[in-house]
Protein backbone atom coordinates (compact mmCIF):
# COMPACT_ATOMS: atom_id res chain seq x y z
CA UNK A 1 0.00 0.00 0.00
CA UNK A 2 2.97 2.25 0.37
CA UNK A 3 3.13 2.79 -3.65
CA UNK A 4 -0.96 3.49 -3.55
CA UNK A 5 -0.35 6.14 -0.53
CA UNK A 6 2.69 7.82 -2.12
CA UNK A 7 0.83 7.82 -5.59
CA UNK A 8 -1.98 9.57 -3.81
CA UNK A 9 -0.47 12.06 -2.18
CA UNK A 10 1.56 13.31 -5.46
CA UNK A 11 -2.37 13.65 -7.20
CA UNK A 12 -3.13 15.70 -4.34
CA UNK A 13 0.08 18.09 -4.36
CA UNK A 14 -0.75 18.21 -8.43
CA UNK A 15 -4.42 19.83 -7.51
CA UNK A 16 -3.36 22.34 -5.10
CA UNK A 17 -0.21 23.45 -7.22
CA UNK A 18 -2.76 23.76 -9.91
CA UNK A 19 -4.82 26.80 -10.32
CA UNK A 20 -8.16 24.73 -10.78
CA UNK A 21 -9.26 24.14 -7.58
CA UNK A 22 -9.05 28.07 -6.40
CA UNK A 23 -10.38 29.17 -9.36
CA UNK A 24 -13.78 27.16 -8.86
CA UNK A 25 -14.38 27.74 -5.10
CA UNK A 26 -13.41 31.37 -5.68
CA UNK A 27 -16.84 31.53 -8.83
CA UNK A 28 -18.47 29.95 -6.55
CA UNK A 29 -18.54 31.94 -3.47
CA UNK A 30 -18.14 35.56 -5.89
CA UNK A 31 -21.60 34.18 -7.96
CA UNK A 32 -23.17 32.90 -4.06
CA UNK A 33 -22.35 36.04 -2.48
CA UNK A 34 -23.67 38.31 -5.18
CA UNK A 35 -26.86 36.31 -5.29
CA UNK A 36 -26.89 36.38 -1.37
CA UNK A 37 -26.60 40.38 -1.18
CA UNK A 38 -29.52 40.79 -3.47
CA UNK A 39 -33.00 40.73 -2.08
CA UNK A 40 -34.81 39.41 -4.83
CA UNK A 41 -38.84 40.05 -4.37
CA UNK A 42 -38.31 40.47 -0.61
CA UNK A 43 -39.18 36.93 -0.06
CA UNK A 44 -38.14 35.93 3.27
CA UNK A 45 -37.48 32.36 2.63
CA UNK A 46 -34.56 33.42 -0.30
CA UNK A 47 -32.42 31.50 1.73
CA UNK A 48 -33.76 28.36 0.02
CA UNK A 49 -32.88 30.21 -3.18
CA UNK A 50 -29.64 30.52 -2.16
CA UNK A 51 -28.67 27.53 -0.59
CA UNK A 52 -30.09 25.91 -4.11
CA UNK A 53 -27.63 27.88 -6.43
CA UNK A 54 -25.11 27.23 -3.81
CA UNK A 55 -25.57 23.73 -3.80
CA UNK A 56 -25.96 23.24 -7.36
CA UNK A 57 -22.54 25.51 -7.95
CA UNK A 58 -20.95 22.53 -5.88
CA UNK A 59 -22.38 19.99 -7.36
CA UNK A 60 -21.18 21.30 -10.97
CA UNK A 61 -17.89 22.79 -9.64
CA UNK A 62 -17.57 19.63 -8.07
CA UNK A 63 -17.66 17.61 -11.14
CA UNK A 64 -15.73 19.65 -13.66
CA UNK A 65 -12.97 19.30 -10.77
CA UNK A 66 -13.26 15.68 -10.38
CA UNK A 67 -13.30 14.76 -14.82
CA UNK A 68 -10.53 17.48 -14.83
CA UNK A 69 -8.09 15.88 -12.52
CA UNK A 70 -9.30 12.21 -13.52
CA UNK A 71 -9.02 12.31 -16.97
CA UNK A 72 -5.69 13.07 -17.78
CA UNK A 73 -4.02 11.36 -14.47
CA UNK A 74 -2.66 8.22 -16.46
CA UNK A 75 -2.69 9.79 -19.75
CA UNK A 76 -0.27 12.57 -18.30
CA UNK A 77 1.87 10.17 -16.84
CA UNK A 78 2.33 8.01 -20.37
CA UNK A 79 2.87 11.36 -22.14
CA UNK A 80 5.59 12.66 -19.92
CA UNK A 81 6.60 9.55 -19.52
CA UNK A 82 6.26 9.56 -15.63
CA UNK A 83 5.35 6.45 -15.67
CA UNK A 84 8.76 4.76 -16.70
CA UNK A 85 11.07 5.16 -13.42
CA UNK A 86 7.31 4.92 -11.45
CA UNK A 87 6.57 1.26 -12.90
CA UNK A 88 10.77 1.07 -12.61
CA UNK A 89 10.01 0.49 -8.93
CA UNK A 90 8.04 -2.45 -7.35
CA UNK A 91 4.82 -1.12 -8.51
CA UNK A 92 2.41 -2.69 -10.80
CA UNK A 93 -0.21 -1.41 -12.49
CA UNK A 94 -3.25 -1.75 -10.15
CA UNK A 95 -1.14 0.21 -7.81
CA UNK A 96 -1.30 3.16 -10.44
CA UNK A 97 -4.64 2.80 -10.72
CA UNK A 98 -5.85 2.54 -7.59
CA UNK A 99 -3.31 5.50 -6.31
CA UNK A 100 -4.39 7.95 -9.18
CA UNK A 101 -7.50 7.18 -7.70
CA UNK A 102 -7.70 7.46 -4.41
CA UNK A 103 -5.71 10.66 -5.08
CA UNK A 104 -8.51 12.22 -7.28
CA UNK A 105 -11.06 10.62 -4.66
CA UNK A 106 -9.56 12.58 -1.52
CA UNK A 107 -8.53 15.69 -3.32
CA UNK A 108 -12.23 16.22 -4.73
CA UNK A 109 -13.01 15.34 -0.58
CA UNK A 110 -10.64 17.91 0.57
CA UNK A 111 -12.61 20.57 -1.84
CA UNK A 112 -15.70 19.79 -1.25
CA UNK A 113 -15.24 20.03 2.85
CA UNK A 114 -13.91 23.78 1.80
CA UNK A 115 -17.21 24.25 -0.19
CA UNK A 116 -19.42 22.44 2.35
CA UNK A 117 -18.05 24.39 5.22
CA UNK A 118 -18.99 27.51 2.70
CA UNK A 119 -22.90 26.80 2.17
CA UNK A 120 -23.11 26.30 6.46
CA UNK A 121 -21.31 29.87 6.62
CA UNK A 122 -23.94 30.88 4.10
CA UNK A 123 -27.13 29.34 5.32
CA UNK A 124 -25.86 29.88 8.37
CA UNK A 125 -25.55 33.73 8.38
CA UNK A 126 -29.45 34.00 6.90
CA UNK A 127 -30.86 31.35 9.19
CA UNK A 128 -29.30 31.43 11.54
CA UNK A 129 -29.41 27.69 12.00
CA UNK A 130 -26.59 24.69 11.46
CA UNK A 131 -28.00 21.27 10.54
CA UNK A 132 -24.43 19.73 10.58
CA UNK A 133 -26.17 16.30 9.80
CA UNK A 134 -28.06 17.43 6.96
CA UNK A 135 -24.54 19.00 5.62
CA UNK A 136 -22.46 15.30 6.45
CA UNK A 137 -24.95 13.39 4.70
CA UNK A 138 -25.11 15.20 1.38
CA UNK A 139 -21.41 16.01 1.86
CA UNK A 140 -20.88 12.15 2.22
CA UNK A 141 -23.34 10.80 -0.29
CA UNK A 142 -21.86 13.62 -3.18
CA UNK A 143 -18.31 12.30 -2.48
CA UNK A 144 -19.51 8.80 -3.00
CA UNK A 145 -20.92 9.88 -5.88
CA UNK A 146 -17.90 11.63 -6.90
CA UNK A 147 -15.77 8.18 -6.18
CA UNK A 148 -18.03 6.68 -8.68
CA UNK A 149 -17.53 9.54 -11.71
CA UNK A 150 -13.64 9.57 -10.67
CA UNK A 151 -13.70 5.40 -11.15
CA UNK A 152 -15.29 5.66 -14.66
CA UNK A 153 -13.06 8.87 -15.88
CA UNK A 154 -10.27 6.96 -14.80
CA UNK A 155 -11.40 3.90 -17.40
CA UNK A 156 -12.32 6.31 -20.30
CA UNK A 157 -8.84 7.34 -19.65
CA UNK A 158 -7.55 4.35 -20.46
CA UNK A 159 -9.88 3.41 -23.56
CA UNK A 160 -9.98 7.27 -25.12
CA UNK A 161 -6.79 8.84 -26.65
CA UNK A 162 -7.20 12.35 -25.39
CA UNK A 163 -8.38 13.66 -22.00
CA UNK A 164 -10.58 15.94 -23.65
CA UNK A 165 -12.46 13.99 -25.21
CA UNK A 166 -12.55 11.02 -22.31
CA UNK A 167 -13.46 14.44 -20.12
CA UNK A 168 -16.81 15.24 -22.45
CA UNK A 169 -17.97 11.48 -23.28
CA UNK A 170 -17.68 11.08 -19.36
CA UNK A 171 -19.63 14.41 -18.51
CA UNK A 172 -22.55 13.46 -21.29
CA UNK A 173 -22.41 9.89 -19.92
CA UNK A 174 -22.88 11.54 -15.92
CA UNK A 175 -25.46 14.02 -16.98
CA UNK A 176 -27.18 11.67 -19.26
CA UNK A 177 -27.52 9.47 -15.60
CA UNK A 178 -28.52 11.99 -13.43
CA UNK A 179 -31.23 13.24 -15.62
CA UNK A 180 -32.37 10.30 -17.72
CA UNK A 181 -31.46 7.62 -15.47
CA UNK A 182 -34.12 7.44 -12.95
CA UNK A 183 -37.35 8.15 -16.00
CA UNK A 184 -35.17 4.96 -18.02
CA UNK A 185 -37.98 2.40 -16.57
CA UNK A 186 -40.86 4.32 -17.06
CA UNK A 187 -39.12 5.17 -21.05
CA UNK A 188 -39.40 1.31 -21.79
CA UNK A 189 -42.97 0.57 -20.54
CA UNK A 190 -43.73 2.70 -23.28
CA UNK A 191 -41.78 0.93 -25.95
CA UNK A 192 -42.29 -2.04 -27.71
CA UNK A 193 -40.03 -5.14 -27.66
CA UNK A 194 -37.20 -5.85 -27.96
CA UNK A 195 -36.50 -2.18 -27.43
CA UNK A 196 -38.44 -2.38 -23.72
CA UNK A 197 -36.24 -5.14 -22.73
CA UNK A 198 -33.01 -2.99 -24.14
CA UNK A 199 -34.11 -0.04 -21.83
CA UNK A 200 -34.62 -2.23 -18.99
CA UNK A 201 -31.50 -3.98 -19.06
CA UNK A 202 -29.74 -0.42 -19.27
CA UNK A 203 -32.21 0.75 -16.36
CA UNK A 204 -30.67 -1.99 -14.51
CA UNK A 205 -27.05 -1.77 -15.53
CA UNK A 206 -26.35 2.00 -15.15
CA UNK A 207 -25.15 3.12 -11.68
CA UNK A 208 -27.67 5.20 -10.40
CA UNK A 209 -26.37 8.46 -10.01
CA UNK A 210 -29.30 9.94 -8.47
CA UNK A 211 -28.83 8.33 -5.24
CA UNK A 212 -26.84 10.62 -4.45
CA UNK A 213 -28.21 13.94 -4.71
CA UNK A 214 -29.83 15.08 -1.51
CA UNK A 215 -29.63 18.50 -2.73
CA UNK A 216 -33.50 18.72 -2.32
CA UNK A 217 -33.55 17.26 1.18
CA UNK A 218 -31.12 20.15 2.15
CA UNK A 219 -33.21 22.75 0.61
CA UNK A 220 -36.09 22.35 1.60
CA UNK A 221 -35.43 21.20 5.09
CA UNK A 222 -37.35 18.11 4.75
CA UNK A 223 -34.71 16.08 7.40
CA UNK A 224 -32.42 13.64 6.85
CA UNK A 225 -32.35 10.22 5.21
CA UNK A 226 -32.28 7.19 7.32
CA UNK A 227 -28.78 6.17 8.64
CA UNK A 228 -29.36 2.39 7.01
CA UNK A 229 -30.36 4.01 3.79
CA UNK A 230 -27.39 5.74 3.60
CA UNK A 231 -25.03 3.26 4.27
CA UNK A 232 -27.20 1.13 1.44
CA UNK A 233 -26.23 3.46 -1.18
CA UNK A 234 -22.01 4.01 0.25
CA UNK A 235 -21.97 0.01 -0.67
CA UNK A 236 -23.97 0.91 -3.82
CA UNK A 237 -21.65 3.27 -4.76
CA UNK A 238 -18.92 1.11 -3.27
CA UNK A 239 -19.65 -1.94 -5.20
CA UNK A 240 -19.78 0.46 -8.73
CA UNK A 241 -16.22 1.73 -7.91
CA UNK A 242 -14.69 -1.31 -7.27
CA UNK A 243 -15.72 -2.00 -10.64
CA UNK A 244 -14.63 0.30 -12.44
CA UNK A 245 -11.50 0.72 -11.32
CA UNK A 246 -11.24 -3.25 -11.98
CA UNK A 247 -12.79 -2.49 -15.73
CA UNK A 248 -9.81 0.79 -15.65
CA UNK A 249 -6.70 -1.86 -14.56
CA UNK A 250 -8.21 -5.07 -16.65
CA UNK A 251 -7.41 -2.35 -19.76
CA UNK A 252 -4.55 -0.83 -18.32
CA UNK A 253 -2.60 -4.02 -17.70
CA UNK A 254 -1.96 -5.21 -20.93
CA UNK A 255 -2.10 -1.77 -22.72
CA UNK A 256 1.63 -0.36 -24.63
CA UNK A 257 3.14 2.31 -22.36
CA UNK A 258 4.16 4.41 -25.47
CA UNK B 1 22.42 -18.96 -11.96
CA UNK B 2 25.39 -17.04 -10.76
CA UNK B 3 24.89 -13.69 -12.24
CA UNK B 4 22.56 -10.88 -10.15
CA UNK B 5 21.44 -10.02 -14.06
CA UNK B 6 20.37 -12.99 -16.29
CA UNK B 7 18.96 -12.69 -19.67
CA UNK B 8 18.34 -16.34 -21.57
CA UNK B 9 17.39 -16.86 -25.10
CA UNK B 10 15.28 -13.53 -24.93
CA UNK B 11 13.03 -12.78 -27.93
CA UNK B 12 11.00 -10.14 -28.65
CA UNK B 13 8.44 -9.44 -31.49
CA UNK B 14 6.29 -6.27 -31.76
CA UNK B 15 2.88 -6.86 -33.85
CA UNK B 16 2.93 -5.00 -37.49
CA UNK B 17 1.70 -1.73 -36.82
CA UNK B 18 -0.51 -1.94 -40.30
CA UNK B 19 -1.67 -4.57 -42.49
CA UNK B 20 0.79 -6.06 -44.77
CA UNK B 21 3.35 -5.24 -42.18
CA UNK B 22 5.52 -7.41 -41.12
CA UNK B 23 6.27 -8.20 -37.89
CA UNK B 24 8.93 -6.54 -36.33
CA UNK B 25 11.68 -8.70 -34.36
CA UNK B 26 13.44 -6.25 -31.60
CA UNK B 27 15.48 -9.03 -29.90
CA UNK B 28 16.66 -12.56 -31.60
CA UNK B 29 17.08 -14.90 -28.53
CA UNK B 30 19.11 -12.61 -26.48
CA UNK B 31 21.38 -14.19 -23.38
CA UNK B 32 23.74 -11.91 -20.95
CA UNK B 33 24.74 -12.28 -17.72
CA UNK B 34 26.19 -9.18 -15.57
CA UNK B 35 28.07 -10.41 -12.54
CA UNK B 36 28.19 -8.89 -9.09
CA UNK B 37 29.90 -5.67 -8.84
CA UNK B 38 30.84 -5.40 -12.61
CA UNK B 39 30.53 -2.32 -14.36
CA UNK B 40 28.60 -3.62 -17.94
CA UNK B 41 28.36 -1.32 -21.02
CA UNK B 42 25.21 -2.02 -23.68
CA UNK B 43 26.40 -1.37 -26.89
CA UNK B 44 24.89 -1.09 -30.01
CA UNK B 45 23.27 1.88 -32.46
CA UNK B 46 20.15 3.09 -32.80
CA UNK B 47 17.23 0.04 -33.44
CA UNK B 48 19.60 -2.56 -31.89
CA UNK B 49 17.57 -3.30 -29.49
CA UNK B 50 19.21 -1.96 -26.26
CA UNK B 51 16.13 -0.05 -25.16
CA UNK B 52 14.08 -3.36 -25.78
CA UNK B 53 16.40 -5.35 -23.51
CA UNK B 54 16.07 -2.76 -21.02
CA UNK B 55 12.09 -2.19 -21.35
CA UNK B 56 12.07 -6.22 -20.68
CA UNK B 57 14.51 -6.48 -17.70
CA UNK B 58 12.27 -3.53 -15.84
CA UNK B 59 8.72 -5.35 -16.88
CA UNK B 60 7.48 -2.13 -19.44
CA UNK B 61 7.46 -5.15 -22.51
CA UNK B 62 6.92 -8.85 -21.72
CA UNK B 63 8.95 -11.02 -23.54
CA UNK B 64 8.01 -13.04 -26.58
CA UNK B 65 9.82 -16.14 -25.49
CA UNK B 66 12.73 -16.83 -23.21
CA UNK B 67 13.03 -15.46 -19.67
CA UNK B 68 14.85 -12.86 -17.81
CA UNK B 69 16.20 -12.26 -14.35
CA UNK B 70 17.08 -9.86 -11.75
CA UNK B 71 18.39 -11.40 -8.67
CA UNK B 72 17.31 -14.99 -9.68
CA UNK B 73 13.50 -13.71 -9.75
CA UNK B 74 11.54 -13.46 -12.98
CA UNK B 75 11.19 -9.89 -14.20
CA UNK B 76 7.80 -10.25 -14.39
CA UNK B 77 7.40 -9.96 -10.63
CA UNK B 78 7.29 -6.55 -9.38
CA UNK B 79 9.69 -7.45 -5.99
CA UNK B 80 12.16 -7.97 -8.79
CA UNK B 81 12.78 -4.27 -9.36
CA UNK B 82 12.90 -3.56 -5.44
CA UNK B 83 16.55 -3.80 -5.44
CA UNK B 84 17.44 -2.01 -8.73
CA UNK B 85 17.68 1.39 -9.55
CA UNK B 86 16.62 2.86 -13.12
CA UNK B 87 17.36 6.36 -14.52
CA UNK B 88 15.56 6.70 -18.32
CA UNK B 89 17.63 8.24 -21.10
CA UNK B 90 15.64 11.18 -20.58
CA UNK B 91 14.08 13.03 -17.55
CA UNK B 92 11.00 11.88 -17.05
CA UNK B 93 9.46 13.45 -13.62
CA UNK B 94 6.96 14.78 -11.69
CA UNK B 95 8.22 19.12 -13.09
CA UNK B 96 5.95 20.24 -9.88
CA UNK B 97 7.54 18.05 -7.43
CA UNK B 98 11.16 19.60 -6.13
CA UNK B 99 13.76 17.21 -5.59
CA UNK B 100 13.76 16.71 -1.73
CA UNK B 101 9.44 16.07 -2.36
CA UNK B 102 10.49 13.69 -5.61
CA UNK B 103 12.77 11.85 -3.36
CA UNK B 104 10.43 11.44 -1.12
CA UNK B 105 7.50 10.06 -2.88
CA UNK B 106 10.22 7.57 -4.53
CA UNK B 107 11.23 5.90 -0.90
CA UNK B 108 7.70 6.12 0.52
CA UNK B 109 7.14 3.18 -2.33
CA UNK B 110 10.25 1.60 -0.95
CA UNK B 111 8.96 1.71 2.25
CA UNK B 112 12.28 3.71 3.70
CA UNK B 113 11.02 4.57 7.03
CA UNK B 114 10.78 8.60 7.49
CA UNK B 115 14.19 9.13 9.49
CA UNK B 116 16.42 7.07 7.00
CA UNK B 117 14.42 8.97 3.97
CA UNK B 118 15.50 12.20 5.40
CA UNK B 119 19.06 11.08 5.90
CA UNK B 120 19.16 9.38 2.22
CA UNK B 121 17.79 12.55 1.03
CA UNK B 122 20.43 14.35 2.10
CA UNK B 123 23.24 12.13 1.57
CA UNK B 124 21.72 11.71 -1.96
CA UNK B 125 21.55 15.78 -3.17
CA UNK B 126 25.13 16.30 -1.71
CA UNK B 127 26.22 13.19 -4.02
CA UNK B 128 24.48 14.96 -6.84
CA UNK B 129 25.47 18.55 -6.22
CA UNK B 130 21.89 19.71 -5.73
CA UNK B 131 21.80 20.85 -2.07
CA UNK B 132 21.20 24.10 -3.21
CA UNK B 133 18.26 24.07 -5.25
CA UNK B 134 16.36 20.86 -3.06
CA UNK B 135 13.36 22.71 -2.76
CA UNK B 136 12.97 24.33 -6.09
CA UNK B 137 10.30 22.39 -8.71
CA UNK B 138 12.12 20.51 -10.89
CA UNK B 139 11.21 21.98 -13.82
CA UNK B 140 13.45 25.11 -13.57
CA UNK B 141 16.17 23.10 -13.43
CA UNK B 142 18.86 22.97 -15.85
CA UNK B 143 19.27 19.26 -18.24
CA UNK B 144 22.45 18.43 -16.53
CA UNK B 145 20.85 19.45 -13.16
CA UNK B 146 17.35 16.99 -13.99
CA UNK B 147 19.63 14.05 -15.04
CA UNK B 148 21.74 14.40 -11.59
CA UNK B 149 18.18 14.30 -9.57
CA UNK B 150 17.36 11.44 -12.17
CA UNK B 151 20.68 9.40 -10.49
CA UNK B 152 19.58 10.36 -7.17
CA UNK B 153 16.13 8.74 -7.61
CA UNK B 154 17.90 5.97 -8.92
CA UNK B 155 19.70 5.50 -5.98
CA UNK B 156 17.14 6.51 -3.04
CA UNK B 157 16.56 2.44 -2.02
CA UNK B 158 20.50 1.88 -2.21
CA UNK B 159 20.44 -0.47 -4.79
CA UNK B 160 22.44 -3.43 -5.55
CA UNK B 161 22.17 -2.92 -9.57
CA UNK B 162 21.70 0.18 -11.57
CA UNK B 163 20.60 -0.05 -14.79
CA UNK B 164 21.34 3.49 -16.75
CA UNK B 165 19.85 4.23 -20.07
CA UNK B 166 22.78 6.45 -22.07
CA UNK B 167 22.67 8.39 -18.94
CA UNK B 168 24.87 11.09 -20.66
CA UNK B 169 22.76 11.77 -23.24
CA UNK B 170 22.10 15.46 -24.32
CA UNK B 171 24.69 16.45 -21.43
CA UNK B 172 27.04 19.70 -21.58
CA UNK B 173 30.83 18.27 -21.16
CA UNK B 174 30.29 19.43 -17.45
CA UNK B 175 27.35 18.03 -16.99
CA UNK B 176 28.89 14.45 -18.80
CA UNK B 177 32.02 14.63 -16.74
CA UNK B 178 29.74 14.95 -13.55
CA UNK B 179 28.00 11.91 -13.92
CA UNK B 180 30.70 9.67 -15.29
CA UNK B 181 32.35 10.96 -11.99
CA UNK B 182 29.31 9.81 -9.69
CA UNK B 183 29.43 6.34 -11.92
CA UNK B 184 33.12 5.97 -11.17
CA UNK B 185 31.98 6.71 -7.43
CA UNK B 186 28.82 4.19 -7.72
CA UNK B 187 31.44 1.44 -9.07
CA UNK B 188 33.83 2.17 -6.85
CA UNK B 189 31.39 1.44 -3.93
CA UNK B 190 31.00 -2.24 -5.71
CA UNK B 191 27.56 -1.61 -7.19
CA UNK B 192 26.77 -3.21 -10.50
CA UNK B 193 25.94 -1.20 -12.94
CA UNK B 194 24.56 -2.38 -16.62
CA UNK B 195 23.77 0.55 -18.84
CA UNK B 196 23.67 1.68 -22.37
CA UNK B 197 25.54 4.63 -24.27
CA UNK B 198 26.63 5.70 -27.36
CA UNK B 199 29.54 7.19 -25.65
CA UNK B 200 32.58 4.78 -26.61
CA UNK B 201 35.42 6.75 -24.96
CA UNK B 202 33.31 7.06 -21.67
CA UNK B 203 32.03 3.17 -21.78
CA UNK B 204 36.00 2.01 -22.14
CA UNK B 205 36.91 4.32 -18.99
CA UNK B 206 34.08 3.22 -17.32
CA UNK B 207 33.48 -0.15 -18.02
CA UNK B 208 34.73 -3.41 -16.59
CA UNK B 209 32.86 -5.69 -19.75
CA UNK B 210 30.69 -4.79 -22.70
CA UNK B 211 28.60 -6.56 -24.90
CA UNK B 212 27.50 -5.17 -28.55
CA UNK B 213 24.09 -5.59 -29.86
CA UNK B 214 23.15 -5.39 -33.60
CA UNK B 215 20.32 -6.22 -35.28
CA UNK B 216 18.39 -7.87 -31.77
CA UNK B 217 21.86 -9.97 -31.70
CA UNK B 218 24.73 -9.96 -29.37
CA UNK B 219 27.69 -9.70 -31.62
CA UNK B 220 30.77 -9.60 -28.98
CA UNK B 221 30.69 -9.56 -25.58
CA UNK B 222 34.20 -9.58 -23.37
CA UNK B 223 36.34 -7.68 -21.48
CA UNK B 224 37.11 -4.24 -22.39
CA UNK B 225 40.75 -5.01 -21.77
CA UNK B 226 40.79 -8.44 -23.65
CA UNK B 227 38.61 -7.02 -27.06
CA UNK B 228 41.14 -3.97 -27.50
CA UNK B 229 44.22 -6.63 -26.94
CA UNK B 230 42.21 -9.11 -29.52
CA UNK B 231 41.15 -6.39 -31.92
CA UNK B 232 44.33 -4.84 -31.68
CA UNK B 233 42.30 -1.30 -31.85
CA UNK B 234 40.04 0.88 -29.66
CA UNK B 235 36.48 0.35 -29.01
CA UNK B 236 35.49 2.76 -31.05
CA UNK B 237 37.16 1.12 -34.16
CA UNK B 238 35.64 -2.44 -32.61
CA UNK B 239 32.10 -1.16 -32.43
CA UNK B 240 32.31 0.25 -35.95
CA UNK B 241 33.59 -3.46 -37.61
CA UNK B 242 31.20 -5.17 -35.90
CA UNK B 243 28.28 -2.91 -37.09
CA UNK B 244 29.95 -2.95 -40.87
CA UNK B 245 31.45 0.11 -40.93
CA UNK B 246 35.09 -0.29 -40.90
CA UNK B 247 37.35 -2.78 -41.46
CA UNK B 248 38.88 -5.09 -39.44
CA UNK B 249 42.42 -3.36 -38.58
CA UNK B 250 44.72 -6.61 -40.05
CA UNK B 251 42.79 -6.84 -43.49
Known sequence: ?258 | MNGILEIKDLRVEYPSRGIGEPVKLALKGLNLSVREGEVFGFLGPNGAGKTTTMNVLLGFVNATSGAAYLFGVDVKEPIARQRIGYLPELTYYYKFLTAEELLRFYARIFGIPRGETERRIDNLLKLVELEHARKRPIKTYSKGMQQRVGLAQALINNPDLLILDEPTSGLDPIGRMKVREIIQRLKNEGKTIFFSSHELGEVETVCDRVGILYQGELKVEGRVSDLIQKYQTNLEQIFLQIIGYAQPVNS
Open chain 1, 1 to 258: MNAVFALSNVVIKELYRRKDFYVLFILTVLITLVMASASLFNDDKIVRYLKEICLLLIWISALAMALGTASRQIPAERENRTIFPLLAKPVTRWHVVLGKFLGCWLACGLALVVFYVFLGLVSASREHTWPVLNYFQAFWLQWIFLAVVIAIVLWGSIIFAAPSSNATICLVFVLGILIVGRYLNQIALQQSEPMRSIIYGIYFIIPHLEFFDVRDLVVHDRGLVGWGACVLVTLYGAAYTLFFLFATWLSFRRKALN
